[in-house]
């Protein structure tokens, strides 16, 4: 089992900033993918930023140039940094994680975390 626990949300004006944390309960080395997906209301969950198995990291489109994942693997966590916020980045934020397992993968998924863009 992984236990993943998102901080870092919170309100912020329009062109401000916010770092979001996903602590995760063991090693991230571990992973064969580790990022951070977002659902806003009414909307399906989206993929934000993540950093895959072979040194890839994805970006959505809507946020590259803005947000910058990052990860400290001797704390075992990651980050995103969010900067530029539009009120359409409004959205609870999850971190996810994937496992390899001798059938294929699993996924595990934080509790999420709100950020609301608004003046």
């Known amino acids: 089992q992984v236990q993943l626990v998102e901080s870092g949300g919170g309100l912020v004006e329009p062109g401000g900033s916010l770092r979001l944390s996903c602590a995760a309960s063991?090693?991230?080395?571990?992973?064969?993918?580790m990022g951070w997906y977002r659902q806003a209301p009414g909307k399906q969950r989206e993929l934000v930023a993540v950093?895959?198995?072979?040194?890839?990291?994805n970006y959505a489109d809507s946020v590259k140039g803005r947000f910058t994942i990052s990860r400290d693997h001797s704390k075992n966590t990651v980050y995103l940094q969010m900067s530029s916020l539009k009120p359409e980045d409004t959205a609870v934020y999850f971190c996810?994680?994937?496992?390899?397992?001798?059938?294929?993968?699993?996924?595990?998924w934080g509790k999420g975390t709100l950020v609301t863009v608004s003046s």
């Open positions: 996810n994680a994937v496992t390899a397992v001798p059938t294929g993968t699993m996924d595990y």
């Open positions: 063991r090693s991230i080395f571990s992973f064969y993918a």
């Open positions: 950093f895959r198995s072979g040194g890839i990291t």
